[in-house]
């Protein structure tokens, strides 16, 4: 059974930062691409980074890029999502989710039907 258990949410003022964490298990973690997602209040839901497995290639939404960092440790199946000056816009539901990995990553990490599996969410506030 594939399972992604994503934590690490928390309150913080513009500025800071926060690390998410996606622990994943039931499949074969360099085969899949893991991507976070997130919610806010009112929005649709929004794909923020990914990161494929195996050549562990990396891609990031323009709203977050130079400020979020993604990576993982295979050893422990999780990827993680470090989170640097944060804006009051990062505020939401952040997900993680993850997909078997395709051969036009370059664009399908940006689609949602790429993703086969989804974990709960993790709140993210960012609040002066």
């Known amino acids: 059974e594939v399972q992604l258990q994503a934590s690490g949410g928390g309150v913080v003022q513009p500025g800071g930062s926060l690390r998410l964490s996606c622990a994943t298990s039931?499949?074969?973690?360099?085969?899949?691409?893991i991507g976070w997602w997130r919610q806010a209040p009112g929005k649709v839901r929004e794909v923020i980074s990914c990161?494929?497995?195996?050549?562990?290639?990396?891609y990031y939404a323009d709203s977050v890029k130079g400020r979020f960092t993604i990576s993982k440790n295979n050893a422990k199946n999780t990827v993680y999502l470090q989170m640097d000056s944060l804006k009051l816009e990062d505020t939401g539901l952040y997900f993680c989710?993850?997909?078997?990995?395709?051969?036009?990553?370059?664009?399908?990490?940006?689609?949602?039907?790429?993703?086969?599996?989804w974990g709960q969410g993790t709140q993210v506030t960012v609040s002066s």
């Open positions: 039931g499949f074969a973690f360099d085969e899949y691409a």
């Open positions: 989710a993850a997909g078997t990995t395709a051969k036009a990553m370059d664009i399908m990490w940006m689609l949602e039907y790429q993703y086969e599996d």
């Open positions: 990161i494929v497995g195996g050549d562990g290639r990396t």
